[in-house]
């Protein structure tokens, strides 16, 4: 299963991400990650980007899919990955889906987490409000101005990727201002609708299924060959009753043929006496 989790900042990616994680055994790509890693093991395209990162700039589309590139060739990714931060325009999906093409991969859905700005915003400012009160520190990126940026970005940038996947019958969308629960049993509603996967539990019972299939099948095999001995059988016991027969048959005819003589005889006699 290979998805692509698409939100505004603050609509729940991330744990959803991690619940399908657990729940399907795939793996969570996130693009910041994936740059980290890559620079601290030094791989050619991790070089490229530190060089880059070192200087302040911002990492081409290129040098990313490089990086996810050879993230989605590793053992673990092999049962499916989620891809969460990436793409965020749509030259980047244009790149990706060429890059799947070419490992002969397909993406299976494209979910959309629909939320109420106003609400986001409430939300942080009544989260920022109680930690105030609390005496906690509240964080420089969790404030409503930070959030309010931050939208402004995801619409002009990455909202266009809504559009894009929904032309190629991709993209599907949860309302995002539900429970995380609620939000939960519907991602995987619709995911067991397309097909896309199932879980860690049904795939480990497949082989019980197909073990009960193939006992079924040689089961049916046998009822099958079933008749056709018993019609052996049959056909033989009549072959072998066949002589027994004949044998019973010849007194009776022997009997038949010497009542005749006698007959004959007897007429025989009456019409020379006359």
Request: no cysteine; charged share 30%; hydrophobic share 40%.
């Amino acid at each position: 299963m290979r998805l692509i989790l698409l939100g505004p900042p603050g609509s729940g990616k991330g744990t959803q991400a991690q619940r399908l994680v657990q729940r399907y055994g795939i793996v969570q790509l996130s693009t910041g990650e994936l740059l980290r890693a890559a620079v601290a093991a030094q791989t050619p395209v991790g070089l490229r980007a530190k060089d880059i990162m070192a200087a302040g700039g911002l990492v081409p589309d290129e040098i990313v899919i490089g990086i996810i590139s050879d993230r989605i060739d590793q053992p673990d990714a092999a049962k499916g990955f989620i891809l969460d931060g990436f793409p965020r325009t749509v030259p980047q999906a244009a790149a990706l889906d060429e890059l799947l093409k070419k490992k002969h991969l397909k993406l299976d859905a494209v979910i959309e987490l629909r939320v109420n700005e106003s609400a986001l915003l409430e939300r942080v400012e009544t989260r920022a409000a109680e930690m105030r009160a609390r005496g906690e520190e509240v964080r420089v990126d969790d404030t409503p101005e930070v959030l309010t940026r931050r939208l402004a970005s995801y619409r002009s940038l990455t909202e266009p990727l809504i559009h894009y996947y929904s032309e190629r019958r991709k993209l599907l969308t949860v309302d995002g201002m539900m429970t995380i629960e609620h939000v939960t049993r519907e991602i995987n509603r619709i995911l067991a609708a397309i097909g896309a996967a199932k879980p860690k539990a049904a795939r480990k019972s497949a082989p019980a299924k197909r073990a009960a299939t193939g006992a079924g099948t040689a089961s049916r095999s046998a009822s099958k060959k079933m008749p056709r001995k018993t019609k052996k059988g049959a056909t033989a016991a009549r072959m072998a009753a066949k002589p027994a027969s004949r044998a019973a048959n010849r007194p009776a005819k022997a009997r038949e043929a010497g009542t005749v003589k006698k007959v004959t005889k007897k007429v025989t006699k009456k019409r020379a006496k006359q």
